[in-house]
Every structure is written in C-alpha cells, then in structure tokens.
C-alpha cells in the first residue's frame, strides 16, 4: 500500500480543517492544540437583536467546532499510525483495511468487515 498516497491526503485535509476551525473558533490559549468557539462580531452596545444573533451564532459555531476537532483528532490519529507503521490495519481484527475503504476514509481505523 503506497502510505505516502494517503499521508498526502491525510496532511491537506488537516490544513482545510485547521482553516475550517479558525473560521469559526479561536485557538484556546489556557489549552494548547484546542480551539475554543466564537460568536459574530458586535459593536461596543449591542442591543439585544444583536446580542440574540450573536448567542446563536456561538451555538452553531460550537457545534460545528466539535464535529471539525472530532474529525480533526481523527486524522491526527492516522498520520500518528503512518508514522508508526501501523496504518491500515484493522483495530478491531487485526486485518488489513481495504484501499477503497481508505479512498473514502483515509482516517477509517476498520476494514469493512468490522465497521460499526
């Protein structure tokens, strides 16, 4: 299996996310490595249409933040598992993980067998 193929993969869909990330987030400074969600920008006054918009927009952002992070630890798990020598094996059998599973996912730690 050409891991460097899926590395390549692996390492532009990291930087899309990290972009993704701080659209919607800001890196959390009493946490390295964690984004912590913002709102929209607002005046000095807000008043409370605006304050309203903004309580909304941070729920969202925090939403979509925790799904980017989830599949942000995903892809840093399988560049970790290149690194390793363990890539494309199965966690839950030990056997391989197919190449078309992997197309699809690059991050996918099962071979379709074993998927849940």
Do not use: W
Not at 14 to 23: R, S
Not at 47 to 71: H, M, P, V, W
């Amino acid at each position: 299996m050409n891991t460097e193929h899926f590395k390549q993969r692996l390492e532009a869909e990291k930087t899309k996310l990290e972009a993704e990330m701080a659209a919607v987030g800001r890196k959390n400074p009493a946490v390295p490595g964690d984004f912590e969600p913002v709102g929209s920008e607002q005046g000095a006054e807000p008043d409370e249409l605006d304050q309203a918009k903004d309580t909304q927009s941070f729920e969202e952002n925090e939403g979509i933040l925790r799904d980017l992070e989830l599949r942000y630890a995903d892809v840093n798990a399988a560049l970790a598992r290149i690194e390793s020598g363990t890539y494309g094996k199965c966690s839950a059998c030990g056997g391989d993980v197919e190449e078309a599973r992997l197309e699809a996912d690059p991050a996918a730690t099962t071979c379709t067998k074993c998927m849940a």
